[in-house]
């Protein structure tokens, strides 16, 4: 009788204590899931709208540089049409007034020499300043159409500079956002780790608490309803770790999701990248372009320069003809008085 009460006074305590620690762990399985499923729809929510609010921030960014970018570009172009018009229109008019101011000196030198031999001289002076003139004209406006074709080509470099700009910012945007997508991912997957560590734990103690059970019913046959019940608090419990492993599998499904997510951006990424290697290899060949124009452009200044030196050679070789007919004629001026006082 004595070892029968003992053994009912420690499957008392026994079942006390699993009771207690049944309590306990049905109070912390509803605390763990009402926490979980909180906090995983806080998460979700939280995320959903940061991803959201980052998208138009991204979007409202790209829509502004574009902006700015095609703002700051016509800008530029309207500027440089006006600059140009304007130095283009004070060139002719310079030249014309120049021009004009030349053909009234030049008439008026004319009209003052009265020798036949000065009157000549004036005339092929007249003819060759027309001439040269009119190269001068064709080399100035052969300049200014290779100037012109040059600054149209640096513009159009400014312009294609400045879409690879947006591109490279675009794929650096692309590349934040998959790291961001990664950290989520890590977080995610700790937390799935940490309830089936939970889930693990507690199926770990509902065994225990089922075999403290059945030794107990086998030391007394009376506990058998104490058995039934604590039966049923372990069905309990387990119907608690098949909810969390539910909410693990749905954890595993927005994982997956999450990874899909970040495949998608891996690809837009490499089609980011793919793009951008584009571009780089267009802007090489529009270098090359560049550089080649550059060259035949300077080749050319280098020709015209030759070929206006040369102009200005003749031109004061046509000069020093003039000065010594000039200086001829004069002479035979002086001549004629004392011929005439011979005659």
């Known amino acids: 009788e004595e070892e029968t009460r003992a053994a009912r006074a420690d499957a008392a305590a026994a079942l006390a204590s699993m009771e207690a620690e049944m309590q306990a762990e049905r109070q912390r399985l509803a605390r763990m899931r009402q926490k979980t499923?909180?906090?995983?729809?806080?998460?979700?929510?939280?995320?959903?709208?940061?991803?959201?609010?980052?998208?138009?921030?991204?979007?409202?960014?790209?829509e502004r540089i574009q902006r700015e970018e095609a703002a700051r570009a016509e800008a530029a172009l309207r500027e440089t049409e006006a600059r140009s018009a304007e130095e283009l229109a004070d060139m002719a008019a310079r030249a014309e007034e120049e021009k004009r101011d030349q053909v009234r000196r030049?008439?008026?030198?004319?009209?003052?020499?009265?020798?036949?031999?000065?009157?000549?001289?004036?005339?092929?002076?007249?003819?060759?300043?027309?001439?040269?003139?009119?190269?001068?004209?064709?080399?100035?406006?052969?300049?200014?159409?290779?100037?012109?074709?040059?600054?149209?080509?640096?513009?159009?470099?400014?312009?294609?500079?400045?879409?690879?700009?947006?591109?490279?910012a675009v794929a650096v945007g692309v590349k934040v956002e998959m790291d961001r997508l990664r950290e989520r991912t890590i977080e995610a997957e700790l937390e799935m780790q940490a309830a089936r560590d939970a889930a693990n734990a507690a199926n770990a103690r509902a065994r225990e608490a089922a075999r403290l059970a059945s030794e107990a019913a086998k030391v007394h046959p009376n506990l058998a309803q104490l058995h039934q019940r604590h039966q049923?608090?372990?069905?309990?419990?387990?119907?608690?770790?098949?909810?969390a492993k539910e909410r693990a599998a749905r954890n595993?499904?927005?994982?997956?999701?999450?990874?899909?997510?970040?495949?998608?951006?891996?690809?837009?990424?490499?089609?980011?990248?793919?793009?951008?290697?584009?571009?780089?290899?267009?802007?090489?060949?529009?270098?090359?372009?560049?550089?080649?124009?550059?060259?035949?452009?300077?080749?050319?200044?280098?020709k015209l320069r030759l070929q206006i030196d040369l102009e200005v050679k003749k031109n004061e070789g046509m000069r020093h003809a003039l000065e010594k007919a000039q200086r001829a004629a004069a002479k035979a001026a002086r001549e004629v008085p004392r011929l005439r006082d011979t005659l």
Not at 115 to 122: M, P, Q, R, S
Not at 136 to 146: C, S
Not at 232 to 243: G, I, N, V, Y
């Open 37 to 62: 499923q909180v906090g995983a729809l806080s998460k979700v929510k939280a995320v959903d709208e940061e991803r959201a609010e980052e998208l138009r921030r991204e979007r409202e960014e790209h």
């Open 106 to 168: 030049t008439m008026a030198r004319t009209l003052r020499k009265w020798d036949l031999a000065k009157l000549l001289a004036g005339w092929n002076s007249w003819k060759s300043f027309v001439a040269a003139d009119r190269a001068e004209e064709n080399t100035r406006m052969r300049l200014r159409g290779f100037m012109r074709t040059m600054i149209t080509r640096w513009h159009k470099g400014n312009l294609f500079q400045g879409f690879s700009q947006w591109r490279r």
């Open 232 to 243: 049923a608090e372990l069905r309990s419990a387990m119907d608690a770790a098949a909810d």
């Open 252 to 302: 595993m499904e927005a994982f997956q999701r999450s990874e899909r997510a970040c495949q998608r951006l891996r690809e837009a990424g490499r089609g980011v990248i793919a793009e951008r290697d584009a571009a780089r290899a267009e802007a090489e060949e529009a270098k090359q372009v560049l550089s080649a124009t550059r060259a035949r452009v300077r080749e050319e200044f280098v």
